[in-house]
Nanobody, 127 residues
Framework: QWQLVESGGASVEAGQSLKLTCTAS????????MAWFRQAPGKEREGVAL???????LYAESMKFRVILSRDDAKNTLYLQINNLRPEDTATYYC?????????????????????WGQGTQVTVSS
């Protein structure tokens, strides 16, 4: 059974940084398109960063200068570093895997493309 578990969310002040962690069991990150999404209350789930089998990484335009997605294949763990956090970054952050795609593409920004999701980790940013 495939499982994704996120951690690292916290309540922080604006300007601080957080590093979120997604650990997988039953699958290898290196084999499929992986992504981080986030969802704020009352809003749709939106993609933050994507990573393909070959390590190619894409970032959402709105966050590309403040986030870094990395992967530790030995630990089967995906990370999302978010710098200079803003109140509008407040959301639940989710890790997701698309088993039908090894290389992320423009469709990978849609939450509906993903087969497996973690339970999410809450990030709250105060001003």
């Amino acid at each position: 059974q495939w499982q994704l578990v996120e951690s690292g969310g916290a309540s922080v002040e604006a300007g601080q940084s957080l590093k979120l962690t997604c650990t997988a069991s039953g699958l290898h990150f290196s084999d499929v398109c992986m992504a981080w999404f986030r969802q704020a209350p009352g809003k749709e789930r939106e993609g933050v960063a994507l990573r393909s089998k070959d390590g190619g990484t894409l970032y959402a335009e709105s966050m590309k200068f403040r986030v870094i997605l990395s992967r530790d294949d030995a630990k089967n763990t995906l990370y999302l570093q978010i710098n200079n956090l803003r109140p509008e970054d407040t959301a639940t952050y989710y890790c997701a895997a698309d088993f039908h795609r090894r290389y992320c593409n423009r469709n990978s920004w849609r939450a509906s493309e993903y087969d497996t999701w973690g339970q999410g980790t809450q990030v709250t940013v105060s001003s």
